[in-house]
């Protein structure tokens, strides 16, 4: 196995549409690219076309099962090696990625339809950021000690679990990887991630990239459907913890499955993330920062878009006008094309899904759809699934558009006068993973931020996940944190007490 020829280049490539052939019908295990022991594949799609670009191997309990076997046998290797050395291979892990930015953009973008210079190539140069942060906290897995007793030595020392499966979806897929995989690696743990099936290449091609540094099999990536080959990965009985990106309803098969073996979970849901914004906000940054919010460089493909937007009474007409303007601004296109803005849909199914969303607010008394920007007109581009930016208005919180997360590019923008109330409503909802507030009255803003249900609020910006920084949801989104030391002690590792009596 660990003698096949890889079909990938060393270098970084330049052409994703070759790259993407290249990886087609393959996982990765022990340190190899393997086909799945079935043989079947599955296509993968560029949704700016259409056309088939690739196939993906299709796993199931077979592959998943040699993947996590030959996982937890190098995992307590791994576990040996002390934890700065194996930072610093996760750190050499971040300057060959750094080195692949471009080729990684340009793959991600080819098979999720988000385009490269708004959304993909930054996608990319943020993973390089995230190996290169956890690479750095080997050192940081130390544990106390306890007073106990004269004479009595009491210590804790931090543990890695064993073998970790790490599930994750296609809407950011290789950040939301590298978010569990790095943290798991320097604490110890071996890895088996399952792809997303819409999005299974880019990931494929870091998994291989690493695996130039790491020794193999502490790293793996299987790819196939969530029953085949998700729920087997779960079920395993080498695999000691789960952590998951996804829907709440596939979180909730995850935490039932993890119940059954007891075993601990992190689960990244959903979200319906309120953006307030006061009257005596600063208008123009505002304004920026509700289309940087609401994510319509990914199409609103984010867990944590705002996909409703509160506007102080005295400035609301004019903020809807601002925003229909920056929106219908932003151009839609080739994925690949650097002048693109907006990309596709990642597949037909969530279109739809969207589209429905969408007629449904259409259809609404009193709801007005201000449908933005323009679809392209490339011929070659006919097929893809290109949908425009809805902004809506005259929706209220009956309304199943302002309730459930639609994970398209579609807000809602309500008028609000009383800050209780507009508090009221943001809470008034079953997530809480993000939340922002847009006033140059900090007293308000500092206020409001304690009494809101989220994970994160943030006053006057609403960036994107960043290492270093705790990021996970309340209520139905989700359990546990990512991103930051905290979350690799308290998540890939477990303490253990150790006492010594010297009386
Ligand atoms: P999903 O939660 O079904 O899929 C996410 C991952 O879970 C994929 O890798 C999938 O193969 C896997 N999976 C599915 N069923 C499984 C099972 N029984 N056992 C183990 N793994 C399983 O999400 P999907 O269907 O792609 O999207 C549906 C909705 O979920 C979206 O419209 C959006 O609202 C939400 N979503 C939220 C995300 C977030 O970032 N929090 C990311 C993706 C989707
Ligand atoms: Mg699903």
Not at 198 to 226: H, K, Q, T, Y
Not at 322 to 340: C, F, I, S, W, Y
């Amino acid at each position: 196995m660990l003698d096949r020829p890889h079909p990938t280049p060393a270098t970084p490539s330049a052409d994703p549409f070759a790259l993407a052939k290249a990886l087609s019908g393959l996982h990765f295990i022990g340190g190899a690219y393997v086909p799945a022991r079935s043989g079947k594949t599955f296509a993968v799609v560029n949704p700016a076309t259409g056309i088939e670009v690739a196939r993906a191997a299709e796993g199931d309990a077979a592959d998943v099962d040699a993947a996590v076997t030959n996982a937890a046998k190098a995992q307590k290797e791994w576990a040996k090696m002390p934890a700065r050395k194996r930072g610093a291979l996760v750190h050499q892990c971040a300057a060959l990625l750094q080195e692949h930015v471009d080729e990684l953009g340009r793959l991600i973008a080819l098979e999720t339809g988000k385009a490269l210079r708004t959304e993909s190539r930054v996608e990319a140069n943020v993973v390089a950021d995230v190996f290169e942060f956890f690479g750095g906290l080997g050192s940081e897995l130390k544990g106390e000690s306890v007073p106990f007793a004269p004479n009595v030595l009491s210590v804790t020392v931090r543990e890695p679990l064993g073998v970790v499966g790490a599930i994750i979806p296609w809407n950011v897929p290789m950040l939301l990887m590298a978010l569990k995989v790095a943290p798991a690696l320097v604490a110890g743990n071996a890895v088996v991630v399952k792809s997303a099936e819409e999005a299974p290449l880019a990931v494929l091609r870091i998994c291989e990239i690493m695996n130039r540094v790491l020794p193999p099999d502490v790293f793996n990536m299987v790819s196939g459907f969530g029953p085949e080959c998700g729920a087997p990965l779960v079920a395993h009985p080498l695999v000691k913890k789960v952590t998951f990106t996804g829907s709440v309803e596939t979180g909730k098969i995850i935490y039932r499955a993890a119940a059954e073996k007891l075993i601990p979970v992190t689960l990244e849901l959903g979200g319906k993330s309120p953006m307030i914004v006061f009257a005596d906000c600063d208008f123009d940054k505002t304004v920026s920062g509700a289309l940087t919010s609401m994510r319509f460089t990914r199409q609103g493909q984010s867990c944590t878009a705002a996909s409703r937007i509160y506007v102080e009474r005295p400035i609301f007409d004019r903020f809807v006008t601002a925003m229909k303007d920056a929106v219908n601004g932003m151009v839609m296109g080739d994925p690949l094309d650097e002048k693109t803005d907006i990309g596709t849909i990642i597949s037909q199914g969530q279109f739809d899904k969207v589209k429905g969303f969408i007629a449904e607010g259409a259809a609404t008394a009193g709801a007005t759809a201000h449908v933005c920007s323009r679809m392209p007109e490339d011929p070659a581009l006919k097929k893809g699934l290109f949908l425009q930016p809805v902004i809506f208005t005259g929706l209220t919180r009956e309304s199943r558009l302002v309730q459930e997360e639609i994970f398209g590019p579609v807000t809602v923008i309500q008028p609000f006068d009383d800050p209780e109330a507009v508090l009221a409503e943001a809470n008034d909802s079953d997530y809480g993973l993000a939340a922002s507030l847009w006033t140059n009255n900090l007293k308000v803003g500092l206020d409001l931020a304690h009494r809101l249900e989220a994970g994160l609020v943030q006053i006057n910006q609403n960036l994107v996940v960043q290492a270093n920084l705790s990021y996970g949801g309340v209520k139905q989104s989700g359990l546990g944190k990512e991103a930051s030391l905290e979350a690799m002690l308290e998540h890939f590792t477990h303490k253990k007490t150790i006492m010594v009596n010297m009386r």
